[in-house]
C-alpha cells in the first residue's frame, strides 16, 4: 500500500494498474492505423501505429530493465524529477533525466531507441516522492516486443554496469 497520498490520487484518478515491470500504469491511446507486418520484419505481426500510457512511480519502486522493439518517448506530467536508465545494445550507458527542473539537467521529453535496455527510478526515493509519465511508443506498444532482463544474461552481456543492472533487475 502507498503512503504517498498524492500518488495515490493519481493511480485512482487514472485508474493506473501494477505494471509487470514495476509502478503503475494504464494505455490512454491505440492509433486505428494499423502498420502491416511487411512494414515492420523486427516485429513479428501487425502493429498500431502508436500507443501511449501514463506511468507512475511512487517511493522506493523502480521500473526494471527491459526493452522494447520500438522507439519510445518519455514525458513528464508531474511529481518529482526521474532518471529512465538507458543501456544500448552496443553497452553505452545513457542517463535521460526527466522533470521540470531545467536547473538539474531535466527535460519534459526524451527518447529510448528500440532495442535498448531501460529501467527507471525516481530521483529522490523518499516515500513522499513519485514522478507521473507518460510513454509514447511508436509503431505501437505490443506485450509479444516486451522482454524482460534476466539480471544474470545481462551481467554477462554488460559487467560494465554491474551495480546500476544490481539495482534495477528483480532476478
Known sequence: MLKNMEARHWIEYLNLQPHPEGGYYRETY???????????????????ACTAIYFL?????????HRIR?????HFYAGSGFIVHVITPAGEYQQLQLGSHTEHGEQFQAVVPAGSWFG?????SADDSYALAGC?????????????????ELLAQFPQHHALIERLTRA
Open 30 to 48: 491505440r492509433a486505428p492505423l494499423t502498420l502491416p507486418r511487411s512494414a515492420l520484419p523486427a516485429h513479428g505481426g501487425d502493429r498500431a
Open 57 to 65: 512511480l511512487a517511493g522506493r519502486q523502480f521500473s526494471a530493465f
Open 70 to 74: 520500438s522507439d519510445e518517448m518519455w
Open 120 to 124: 527507471s527510478s525516481l530521483r529522490d
Open 136 to 152: 509514447t511508443v511508436a509503431p505501437g506498444f505490443d506485450f509479444a516486443d516486451f522482454e524482460m532482463a534476466n539480471r544474470s
